[in-house]
């Protein structure tokens, strides 16, 4: 029953924060969400739950509450060995980085780039922009390790 209080939560704030716009109506839901997940040891939900308390940090101007709270989003996900989590991290870690003038830019979104395996991270960045497998190719052919 915890777990799916835990994950009803997330969800609720998610509503909040992503479909209404609303960072500040979402905190308590996700600070609730990520204690219940804390005491079944979820790191997966935790690791989602404290990922979207950095976008509300980040959206308040808490630049260092949001970097914490997106660095342990990704320790979670290394943790619990979910890659592709690992890698949506890397790259928000590379774009809070680049807003904040970090100069850990460059090899956060190169690990990010090297964990978007083909099969793993599909998506595209935009209507007519390549896919991540080929910006991984064109990355392999031109030298890229």
């Known amino acids: 029953m ?9 969800w609720i704030g998610i509503v909040h924060q992503v479909v209404r ?8 839901f996700f600070e609730e969400s990520y204690a219940k997940a804390a005491e079944l040891r979820d790191r997966k939900l935790m690791s989602y739950a404290v990922r979207h308390l950095g976008f509300v ?3 308040a101007g808490r630049g260092d509450e949001a970097w914490a709270a997106f660095e342990e989003s990704v320790r979670l996900r290394r943790e619990e060995g979910f890659e592709p989590g ?6 928000t870690l590379g774009e809070v980085a680049a807003e904040q003038g970090r100069p850990t ?6 690990e990010a780039v090297r964990l978007a395996v ?3 991270a599909i998506g595209v960045a935009c209507d007519g922009c390549p896919s991540i497998p080929d910006l991984m190719k064109r ?7």
Request: glycine fraction near 12%; avoid cysteine; proline fraction near 2%.
């Open 118 to 120: 083909v099969g793993t």
């Open 86 to 91: 690992v890698a949506a991290g890397l790259l």
């Open 139 to 145: 990355y392999q052919d031109a030298g890229g390790a």
């Open 21 to 28: 716009g609303d960072n500040a109506a979402s905190l308590p």
């Open 2 to 10: 915890l777990s799916r209080t835990a994950e009803a939560l997330f």
């Open 57 to 59: 940090h980040d959206a």
């Open 105 to 110: 830019l460059m090899f956060l979104t190169k």
